[in-house]
């Protein structure tokens, strides 16, 4: 079962997956989450932490001087992949695999590609943050919920409701 939620930039789909993410079993869970990394209020990039042992890396950042552009961050490709290779030892004994987030950084990384097309393909209960402009590439392949400010109660209520 894949269940994907999109939506605008800062719609809250991390925190819905946070909310998510307090709700599941840590036992039954693998996946890997991207929040943002913040200096005196400015993002300055994100990190990739790997949510079965906790190890991050720095997904991208301004502070980075090679490596890919997407905005104004260069993409830390080996650190995904780090954490790519980090997942995949969690990940057979899971039921759920949560992804925050199949995105343009995400994307740069094979490793990522070839993770992700694996993970929709197994009989796990996945849960992805997807980015609008992904959302094409994976219609038929699971629920795509569109998430907004006022309707994250719903969407949350309708994932739990599937995956119980």
């Keep these: 079962?894949?269940?994907?939620?999109?939506?605008?930039?800062?719609?809250?789909?991390?925190?819905?997956?946070?909310?998510?993410?307090?709700?599941?079993?840590?036992?039954?869970?693998?996946?890997?989450?991207?929040?943002?990394?913040?200096?005196?209020?400015?993002?300055?990039?994100?990190?990739i932490i790997d949510l079965a042992s906790r190890k991050e890396e720095i997904l991208a950042s301004i502070n980075i001087e090679r490596g890919p552009s997407v905005s104004r961050y260069k993409v830390n490709i080996e650190g995904i992949d780090t954490i790519m290779n980090e997942f995949l030892k969690s990940y057979e004994a899971s039921k759920y695999v949560i992804i925050d987030e199949i995105g343009m950084m995400e994307f740069y990384s094979k490793k990522f590609r070839e993770t992700i097309q694996m993970i929709l393909n197994s009989d796990k209960i996945v849960i992805a943050t997807l980015s609008r402009k992904f959302v094409k590439k994976y219609e038929g392949k699971?629920?795509?919920?569109?998430?907004?400010?006022?309707?994250?109660?719903?969407i949350y209520n309708k994932i739990l409701t599937r995956i119980e």
């Design 1 to 47: 079962m894949n269940i994907f939620v999109t939506g605008n930039p800062r719609c809250g789909k991390s925190t819905l997956i946070q909310k998510i993410l307090d709700k599941i079993s840590n036992k039954d869970l693998s996946g890997f989450i991207t929040p943002e990394i913040r200096e005196h209020g400015d993002r300055q990039g994100f990190k």
């Design 142 to 154: 699971g629920q795509i919920y569109l998430l907004t400010r006022e309707n994250s109660d719903e």
